[in-house]
């Protein structure tokens, strides 16, 4: 049989308990399934879960009509039952209301409007009072159909639906019609009650499956599809990163060593860069002007950009380069590929200068020390006080350039962790197996195209405005 998809119906006052009860003996009697709406439910074997709350008032005689239609109409229809829509008129939302729509597998759609209970007919035609007001009916169709078509259209590249409409009176008969708007084969009265189902085979054709129909559905299925910013990810594992890891840095402060002298080795993700940020920062809070020092350019850039002012950011071979430059001497770094000892040339070329004034500094740190030679060390320390503060920072597993392990000098002491706050649990899981990484996360988030996590595809059971519902 076909399918009923229902979308959210308007809350009334509360049932009683003897009308659930007639509920669930006149609806639930027959296996119908257990999805709830507004997702689609599939065979004669299934059927939409009414809403309880829709037993009081008028709503029981739609339920009746989608009773109807699920027993009586073939699996090449998809029925969808009180479908809100909106669309936006002058920046000002327009919303309404479908009672029922039914669409074939070509994407052709046909809206019932069903009026039971009192009509009253006036000078301007016929009408149904909704609290307290007169409703025109045949105002209230077309205004339906140009609402849908004018959403359709605006979110689907100016496609058109394909739409017909149906008046369902099932509590009248039709004596005269004389309206432009509405033509008498578009009307079901009581005369015509059992026949509706045959009206609408006779009106929407079954149809051939279709791209274009799987649209039609999607559309009135109101569904909208959610990606995963990366920026908004990235951004949000970063603050994770020094929410988690911040123990890590207070730590580092509650040392009472002076002067500092700490090296702190760490797996991936710990929270060393955050460490050397938040010492750098309570060093110029404290009044001195610290050095950091790190391998790589990219790391260096961005942390110039996260620090204020105060001290100095750069890469071993940056500080090697600015310091010589400033003494005047010249870089001829054309030969950087001819000269094997390019390098370490000009650090020999820093020992025959004298390093004072705004080139001494109150604290050193260090970041990647890994990728450090150990003659560089020595060279870096004539750059600090006799007094200053040391703080280096790396990690043995990101040896990539397979340099010895520096030697510190004596009365540096060691901390070690292998916590791993920055790679999502199925990353860090992943990697201890294969590579035996003794590291652990015990961040919560999951990474992005995670299995166990796939993109959501969300139904929406709200109104969705045009603005709202574009990915």
Known sequence: MHDIRRAPVKQFETPTTLQRVLLRRTLYSRRFGTALA?????????????????????????????????RSLPADYTVFHNVHWSRDYRNVPVFGEADFIIVNRSGQALVIEQKAGFLTETSEGLTKRYKGQDKNVVQQIHRTLDGIRDKFRFQNSDLAIPLDYLL???????????????????????????????????????????????????????????????????????????????????????????????????????????????????????????????????????????????????????????????????????????????????????????????????????????DFEAPWFDTLRLFAKEQADILWLEDPDQN??????????????????RVNYRSPVNIARFLQKPFRSSSRSPATFLGLGSASRPTPTLRSSRHLSPTSSRN
């Open 38 to 70: 507004p997702h689609p439910l599939h065979g004669l074997s299934r059927s939409v879960r009414p809403n309880p709350l829709a037993l009081t008032g008028g709503k029981t005689a739609e339920l009746e009509t989608l009773e109807l239609l699920r």
């Open 168 to 370: 369902y009176c099932p509590d009248h008969r039709l004596k005269d019609i004389n309206a432009a708007g509405l033509d008498v084969s578009r009307v079901v009265d009581a005369s015509r009650a059992a026949k509706l189902p045959e009206v609408v085979a006779s009106l929407l054709k079954p149809g051939q499956p279709s791209a274009f129909g799987d649209r039609v559905r999607r559309f009135f299925e109101q569904s909208f599809k959610l990606t995963l910013d990366v920026h908004a990810y990235t951004a949000a594992s970063e603050r994770a990163l020094a929410r988690y890891s911040g123990g890590l840095a207070d730590m580092v402060s509650c040392l009472e060593m002076s002067p500092l002298r700490l090296r702190l080795r760490g797996t991936p993700g710990c929270g060393k860069t955050a460490v050397a940020a938040r010492f750098f920062d309570d060093a110029v809070a404290a009044g001195k002007r610290p050095l950091l020092v790190c391998f790589s350019r990219p790391l260096a850039e961005r942390l110039k950009g996260k620090l204020g002012p105060g001290g100095r950011v750069t890469t071993w071979h940056g500080l090697v380069a600015d310091f010589l430059r400033a003494r005047g001497q010249v870089i001829n770094f054309s030969k950087l590929k001819t000269e094997p000892l390019f390098w370490q040339q000009l650090q020999d070329r820093i020992l025959e200068e004298n390093i004072a004034g705004e080139w001494l500094f109150d604290t050193l740190i260090v970041d990647e020390g890994q």
């Open 400 to 417: 990539l350039r397979s340099s010895e392990p520096v030697l510190l000098q004596e009365g540096f002491i060691g901390y070690r962790t």
